[in-house]
């Protein structure tokens, strides 16, 4: 099966959601959660399916398996990015 592994940037409002939302589906996982507020990433991680990296700085880069968009939540917009978190 296809899994669609996203990694989330900004885990407010929207991105806690978004968490939510990614662990109903079975082909999709959420690798990476990254917010510069620790409380905001505490609030998530109960959300989180499997493993994933928690991180305050987007910066730390992801983990070695592949992964697909960057979904940013963090006030600059809401959008999927390709890029590597870095
Ligand atoms: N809440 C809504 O109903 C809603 C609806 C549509 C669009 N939006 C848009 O979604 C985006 C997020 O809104 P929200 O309500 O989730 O806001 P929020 O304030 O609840 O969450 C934003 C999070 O981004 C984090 N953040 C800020 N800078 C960061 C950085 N450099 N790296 C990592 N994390 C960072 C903050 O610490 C915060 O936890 C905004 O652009 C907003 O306009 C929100």
Do not use: C
């Not at 929207?14 to 959660?33: L, N, Q, T």
């Not at 510069?36 to 880069?61: C, F, H, M, W």
């Amino acid at each position: 099966m296809l899994v669609i592994r996203v990694a989330v940037v900004g885990t407010g409002a929207m991105g806690k959601g978004i968490v939510e939302v990614i662990r109903k589906f079975d082909d999709m996982e959420v690798v990476a959660i990254a917010d510069i507020n620790q409380n905001a990433l505490d609030q998530t991680v109960p959300y989180l399916k499997g493993e994933a990296l928690v991180t305050k700085s987007a910066r730390a880069g992801l983990p070695d398996k592949p992964w697909n968009p960057v979904l940013l939540s963090d006030h600059t917009e809401i959008s999927t990015d390709n890029r590597k978190m870095n």
